[in-house]
Nanobody, 120 residues
Framework: VQLVESGGGLVQAGDSLRLSCAAS????????MGWYRQAPGKERELVAT????????NYADSVKGRLTISGDNGKNTVYLQMNSLKPEDTAVYYC??????????????WGQGTQVTVSS
């Protein structure tokens, strides 16, 4: 599975951005996709996830109500709509895909990351 992100940039506080992540390769095997972020000097943290077949979503408390994850199975693409951005949202955002070939076995795939910078 290969993942390519796009849509990052420099915005002001309160602005919106939409990140996209296009998956290619063995996309039929993807169990779930998600977005993680890593700010300078901090560990990578989960932002949001969505399962491939049920579209069930999960969000970090810090982004609930502002960021929305969605998927287009026909395009093998997942999106992250980011509204009301805050300076603390500044980070490199990474797309993630999870493959579970059988119970108890998990493989994670990562994109190259896209920078989001929110100025105050």
């Amino acid at each position: 599975v290969q993942l390519v992100e796009s849509g990052g940039g420099l915005v002001q506080a309160g602005d919106s951005l939409r990140l996209s992540c296009a998956a290619s390769g063995s996309t039929f095997s993807i169990f779930a996709m998600g977005w993680y972020r890593q700010a300078p000097g901090k560990e990578r943290e989960l932002v949001a996830t969505i399962t491939s077949h049920t579209d069930s979503t999960n969000y970090a408390d810090s982004v609930k109500g502002r960021l929305t994850i969605s998927g287009d199975n026909g395009k093998n693409t997942v999106y992250l709509q980011m509204n009301s951005l805050k300076p603390e949202d500044t980070a490199v955002y990474y797309c993630n895909a999870v493959v579970r070939p059988r119970p108890g076995l998990r493989y994670d795939y990562w994109g190259q990351g896209t920078q989001v910078t929110v100025s105050s």
